[in-house]
């Protein structure tokens, strides 16, 4: 079983940047693709971004492409999500989840074997 904690969240302006960090622990970190969502109230689940095991292949949403950055650093578990000129349309529940499938695969939530309980962003117009 593996457990996945995320941090970072908070209220910010629009504009502001952010870094979320998601700890791993138990399961191989390194053996999983890391996949970043994100769910705002009334709306579903959203996959903005996901990382290979390696830190090679990078994903990224239409809606954060050129925004967000994500990134892994497999020697601390920790897999993070840069967020730069945040919007108001970015606030929402942010979720960290681990998939031991491909990362070419690993599109869909239900791809994604373990989740972290979120961290709440909130951008202030």
């Known amino acids: 079983q593996a457990q996945l904690v995320e ?9 502001d940047s952010l870094k979320l960090s998601c700890v791993g622990s138990g399961r191989a970190f390194t053996a999983h693709t890391m996949g970043w969502f994100r769910q705002a ?9 996901r990382i290979g095991r390696n830190g090679i292949f990078k994903y990224y949403s239409d809606s954060v ?7 892994r650093d497999n020697a601390k578990n920790t897999v993070y999500l840069r ?12 979720y960290c989840a681990a998939a031991s499938g491909g990362v070419e695969s ?6 994604y074997d373990y989740w972290g309980r979120g961290t709440q962003v909130t951008v202030s117009s």
């Not at 967020?83 to 529940?93: G, Y």
């Not at 690993?106 to 791809?111: D, F, H, I, L, R």
């Open 7 to 15: 941090s970072g969240g908070r209220l910010v302006q629009a504009g």
């Open 41 to 49: 109230p009334g709306q579903e689940r959203e996959h903005i971004a």
């Open 65 to 71: 492409k050129g925004r967000f950055t994500i990134s």
């Open 83 to 94: 967020m730069n000129s945040l919007k108001f349309e970015d606030t929402a529940v942010y």
């Open 106 to 111: 690993a599109v869909a939530a239900n791809k």
